[in-house]
């Protein structure tokens, strides 16, 4: 009988380490601007067109872990909502360690988003029924009092956004000229670090 081939290992790193591998990902600098009202407004907007987020959490073992959630509500002036399992592995690691980074991608527009906050695991029934959808009936059956039901509040601390401000035939004409030459192409992309 054979066995699949092991892949190489690292040893695991220190729950300190972790978090602060986690924390040094999305590097904004200290200087950074802060977001301005208009700015926010247009994340905001962003982020209800491309609702679903890969949502990095440390977890005790100081391993990173990534898992796709659906943004509930966005509201100014920086705080996102998801409905998450009470006792489930997202809410354990924000309990230990409340510092995530999501992501989010808009690949038809040529937008992508990471941003960065302090996140905690929240009780809270009317806040539950006033975000409830049908779709989240799939998860939890017993509806917004469901009591496996909880919420995860991201209080946003700083984030950087990419846009292209090309068209996206030009943007895929410079690709194809890259791939036929082989030289990298040349993006001309906004990109914007600030802070909340």
Known sequence: MTHPPTLPTEPLRSHAQAQADLASTLVVPDDAPRATDEAREQ????????????VATTGNDGGVRLRPLTTQ??????????????DGGVAAD?????????SYAEPGDNAYVALQGRASVVRDVARQKELWSALAGA????????????????DLERGEAWESTEGKVLEFLRMAK???TRTPPEHDHDHFAFTF
Not at 74 to 84: D, M, Q, R, S
Not at 140 to 153: K, M, V, Y
Request: without cysteine.
């Open 43 to 54: 994340l905001l907007d962003r982020l209800k067109k491309t609702p679903v987020a890969m």
């Open 139 to 154: 998860w939890f059956n017993e509806g917004p009092t469901d009591p496996r039901l909880a919420l995860l509040r991201v």
């Open 178 to 180: 890259a791939a036929v």
């Open 94 to 102: 924000v309990r230990a360690q409340p510092e995530v980074i999501l």
């Open 73 to 86: 509500k966005a509201e100014k002036p920086g705080v996102l909502w998801f409905f998450i399992p009470i």
